[in-house]
């Protein structure tokens, strides 16, 4: 899945590397070998509500947004090609949205840790369609004696120290053509399966 957008493994692996590459993760332009959080964080940042007063969880609102601004509408009536119609009231878009959450988790192909800048990273993953979800990660460089290491970027040791959902991916425009039609066994691409040195 997007073998234009992947990089080739390192010959000489560092130990993050190696474990990144383990988990099933794809190293891109901008990834950093740190693992994600776990699936109950992950859960537990789109479950939380996006502001404190909200009636609704972080991935019902953001699906609400996302559903409008990709075409469909709620209120005409259009469909989304992949997204459920969030309908009915706050605890059924709740619902709604955690079905969706659930079916992602369990369908991915593609996950992804991206440093965007400084202090912040994300974390993605997409299906085989190429939809997706994704969670901002605060992230720390860990340090010896106060002194952040001089590595290559990707294998500094970093620390995730808040967990938010983002919101829905579509398919990365113009490279439909890249999309895997079939799933292997394990529900990796192949580029993630080949062996770890």
Same mark, same amino acid.
């Given at each position: 899945m997007?073998?234009?957008?992947?990089?080739?493994?390192? $010959?000489?692996? $560092?130990?993050?590397?190696i474990?990144?590459?383990?988990a099933?993760?794809?190293?891109?332009?901008?990834?950093?070998?740190?693992?994600?959080? @776990?699936? @109950? !964080?992950?859960?537990?940042?789109?479950?939380?509500?996006?502001?404190?007063?909200s009636?609704m $969880?972080? #991935?019902?609102i953001?699906?609400?947004?996302?559903f &409008?601004?990709?075409?469909?509408?709620?209120?005409h009536g259009?469909?989304?090609?992949?997204?459920?119609?969030p !309908?009915?009231s706050?605890?059924?878009?709740?619902?709604?949205?955690?079905?969706?959450? &659930?079916?992602?988790?369990?369908?991915?192909a593609?996950?992804? !840790?991206?440093?965007?800048h400084?202090?912040?990273? !994300?974390?993605?993953?997409?299906?085989?369609?190429?939809?997706g979800?994704r969670?901002?990660?605060?992230?720390?460089?860990?340090? &010896?004696? #106060?002194q952040?290491?001089? &590595?290559?970027?990707?294998?500094?040791r970093w620390?995730?120290?808040?967990?938010?959902?983002? #919101?829905?991916?579509?398919?990365?425009?113009g490279?439909?053509?890249?999309?895997s039609?079939?799933?292997?066994?394990e #529900?990796?691409?192949?580029?993630?399966?080949?062996?770890?040195?």
């Amino acid at each position: 899945m997007y073998p234009s957008l992947q990089l080739p493994w390192s $010959s000489d692996p $560092s130990s993050e590397e190696i474990t990144y590459r383990s988990a099933g993760l794809v190293n891109t332009k901008g990834s950093i070998f740190l693992l994600p959080p @776990p699936e @109950p !964080v992950l859960r537990q940042a789109f479950t939380a509500p996006a502001r404190p007063r909200s009636e609704m $969880s972080s #991935g019902a609102i953001a699906l609400c947004k996302h559903f &409008e601004r990709g075409g469909a509408s709620s209120e005409h009536g259009r469909a989304h090609p992949f997204w459920t119609r969030p !309908v009915g009231s706050n605890s059924n878009k709740d619902r709604i949205a955690n079905d969706i959450l &659930e079916k992602m988790l369990e369908d991915t192909a593609w996950k992804n !840790v991206l440093l965007l800048h400084k202090g912040v990273a !994300v974390y993605e993953i997409r299906n085989h369609k190429g939809y997706g979800m994704r969670w901002t990660l605060d992230v720390q460089e860990q340090s &010896e004696n #106060g002194q952040a290491k001089e &590595e290559d970027e990707k294998s500094r040791r970093w620390t995730i120290t808040k967990t938010t959902f983002r #919101g829905y991916l579509e398919p990365i425009i113009g490279l439909d053509h890249e999309l895997s039609t079939n799933a292997n066994p394990e #529900g990796r691409s192949a580029a993630q399966v080949a062996p770890v040195p």
